[in-house]
C-alpha cells in the first residue's frame, strides 16, 4: 500500500494536451482535506498542516478493495434498497454517461475523520488498467458511515471542476432533511434528484464557457 | 166503418206476430266435449263412441282437427255458414274441419280451413274443388251411414295431406332459415373477426407511435462535460479534494 502511494507520489503529473484547464471551469475553490486551507495552485504538501497523501497512509493501513457501484460492506442494505438506489444511480448514469458513482456503507470507528478516509480509500483502491485508471477520476465515492450515521462524497480530479464543495454538501443536506422526513431511501432518491439538477446546470454553465472563450454564442 | 177498419188492423197485426213467434230460429249447438255433437240423436250410442275415438285419435296422431256435427235441422240457415261458424268458433285454429250432416238430407256437407292454407299458399279455388269432389264422392254412398263415413275419412284424408304438406314446408323453410342463420353468422363473425384484426392493428400502430414520440419527446439528454487537466495534489493520483461531509447525527458535528 505504501509503496503505491510512493508511486502516485513520485509519477510525474500527466499532461493532456486535447484537455481543458481545470481552473478555467473550476466551480470553486481547493482545499487542504486535513486542515481546509484553502489553497490558490495545486502543492505536494500543504502549506499550513504539512499534510500529503502519505498521511493517510499512516491512518488507514490495510489494503482498500477495488471500487465497484455498489459496495456494502456493512450490510447494512436489503435487495429491494439496493435496486432501488441503483436505478437512481443508473438514471444519474445515462443522463451523464461521463460520471460513475461508487456507493460505499461502511462500519468506522468514531475517531476516523471521513474526509481522510475518503481520500485515502478513493487513491489506494486498485486499478487494473489505464482505462479503469481514467474512469476513476471521473467517478464520485459516496461513502456512509453506519454505525454513526455519516455521510462524506468524494469527487474525482475530473468531476472536481463541476460542482464546487459547497454544492456537494449542499446534496448532503438534501440527503440529511429527506432521511428524516421519510427515511433513508427518500433521502437517497431526493440527493440523485438533485444531484441530476446541479450536474445540468454545470454541464450548461461549463458548455458555455467553452461557447463564449471560442467565439460561438455572445 | 171505423168499427171494420180497427179491426182489420189488429187482425194484420195478430197474423204478423203469431207468425213471427212461431217461424223456426237456427241456434248454434254447444260445443261438445270430444269431437262429436249429435242434438238430433241420429247416431247409436255405440256409433258416437267409435267416431269420438276415430277422430280424437286423428287430432292427437295427425294434428287434423275434425268436428262431426249433426243437426235435425238447419231452419234454413244455410250450410256453409253454419260449418264456418263451427269451425271458427269450435277448431284449431291452425287447421280445422267440419261435417255436417243433417239426417234425411242429400248428403253430408263437408268445411275445412286454417292458417296453414294461406301459409302453403293453397289455391281457394282447390281448396272448394276438393270439398265438392268429397262431397260428391260421399253422395255416391248408397246409405246415409255410408256417406257420411266416406265424407269423414276423405277429409280426414285431405286434411292429412295439407298438414303434411305444411310440416313439409316447414321443415324446409327450418332448414333454409338455418342455412341462412349459420350464413349470417358466419359472415358476421367474419366482418367481426375483420373489424377486430383491423382494430387490433390500428391499436398496435397507435401505441406504436404514441410510444415512438413519447420518447421523442421525454427521453432525457445526455449531459457530457468537457475534459480538463487534473489538478493533481497531495501525491494523490485520483482525487485530492477535500469533499464534503455531512452527519445525521448532529448537524454541529464536525468529523
Redesign the interface.
Known amino acids: 500500500m505504501g509503496s503505491r502511494m510512493s508511486t502516485v507520489v513520485t509519477m510525474p503529473p500527466t499532461q493532456d494536451v486535447s484537455s481543458y484547464a481545470a481552473k478555467r471551469f473550476a466551480a470553486g475553490a481547493l482545499f487542504c482535506p486535513d486542515c481546509r486551507l484553502r489553497l490558490e495552485k495545486p502543492v505536494l504538501r500543504c502549506p499550513s498542516c504539512g499534510f500529503t497523501g502519505e498521511n493517510t497512509l499512516r491512518l488507514f493501513s490495510g489494503a482498500a478493495p477495488a471500487m465497484e457501484p455498489w459496495m456494502d460492506q456493512a450490510q447494512c442494505w436489503d435487495e429491494s434498497s439496493r435496486k432501488k438506489i441503483l436505478g437512481w444511480v443508473g438514471r444519474l448514469q445515462r443522463r451523464f454517461p461521463q460520471i460513475d458513482w461508487c456507493l460505499l456503507s461502511i462500519k468506522l470507528p468514531e475517531e476516523v475523520r471521513l474526509r481522510l478516509f475518503n481520500f485515502w480509500f478513493f487513491n489506494v483502491s486498485p486499478v487494473q488498467n489505464e482505462e479503469e485508471r481514467e474512469k476513476r477520476s471521473w467517478t464520485v465515492l459516496l461513502t456512509y458511515d453506519v454505525d454513526h450515521q455519516r455521510f462524506v462524497i468524494t469527487p474525482g480530479y475530473q468531476v472536481e471542476p463541476i460542482l464546487a464543495d459547497d454544492d456537494w454538501e449542499d446534496l448532503l443536506t438534501t440527503l440529511k432533511t429527506s432521511w428524516r422526513e421519510g427515511g433513508i431511501l427518500k433521502g437517497y432518491r431526493d440527493f440523485f434528484a438533485e444531484a441530476e439538477r446541479k450536474l445540468v446546470l454545470a454541464s450548461r454553465r461549463m458548455n458555455g464557457i467553452i461557447k463564449n472563450k471560442e467565439g460561438g454564442e455572445s | 166503418m171505423m168499427r171494420c177498419v180497427c179491426f182489420l188492423l189488429w187482425a194484420i197485426m195478430a197474423v204478423c206476430v203469431s207468425a213471427q213467434s212461431s217461424s223456426p230460429v237456427f241456434i248454434m249447438p254447444d260445443k261438445p266435449k270430444g269431437q262429436v255433437s249429435d242434438e238430433s240423436k241420429w247416431l247409436t250410442p255405440e256409433e258416437q263412441y267409435e267416431w269420438e275415438r276415430q277422430l280424437e285419435s286423428w287430432k292427437r296422431n295427425d294434428g287434423v282437427d275434425i268436428y262431426l256435427v249433426i243437426l235435425p235441422n238447419l231452419h234454413n240457415t244455410p250450410a256453409d255458414h253454419v260449418m264456418h261458424e263451427i269451425a271458427n268458433r269450435w277448431g284449431d285454429p291452425a287447421l280445422r274441419g267440419v261435417v255436417l250432416y243433417v239426417p234425411s238430407s242429400a248428403g253430408p256437407r263437408i268445411w275445412w280451413e286454417g292458417e296453414i292454407i294461406e301459409k302453403i299458399n293453397l289455391d281457394p279455388r282447390a281448396q272448394r274443388e276438393m270439398i265438392l269432389r268429397i262431397e260428391k264422392r260421399a253422395g255416391s254412398e248408397s246409405t246415409e251411414r255410408e256417406r257420411l263415413r266416406s265424407a269423414i275419412y276423405q277429409l280426414s284424408d285431405t286434411m292429412r295431406v295439407i298438414h303434411s304438406q305444411w310440416r313439409q314446408f316447414s321443415a324446409i323453410r327450418d332448414k333454409w332459415n338455418d342455412s341462412i342463420y349459420q350464413k349470417w353468422s358466419r359472415d358476421r363473425m367474419i366482418r367481426r373477426a375483420k373489424w377486430i384484426g383491423i382494430a387490433a392493428v390500428g391499436l398496435v400502430a397507435l401505441v406504436t407511435v404514441v410510444w415512438f414520440l413519447h420518447r421523442r419527446f421525454t427521453r432525457?439528454?445526455?449531459?457530457?462535460?468537457?475534459?480538463?487537466?487534473?489538478?493533481?495534489?497531495?501525491?494523490?493520483?485520483?482525487?485530492?479534494?477535500?469533499?464534503?461531509?455531512?452527519?445525521?447525527?448532529s448537524?454541529r458535528?464536525r468529523?
Not at chain 2, 457530457?224 to 482525487?239: D, E, I, K, N, T
Open positions: 432525457q439528454r445526455r449531459y457530457f462535460f468537457p475534459q480538463v487537466s487534473a489538478q493533481r495534489r497531495f501525491g494523490a493520483l485520483h482525487a485530492g479534494g477535500s469533499g464534503a461531509v455531512v452527519s445525521l447525527q448537524s458535528h468529523p
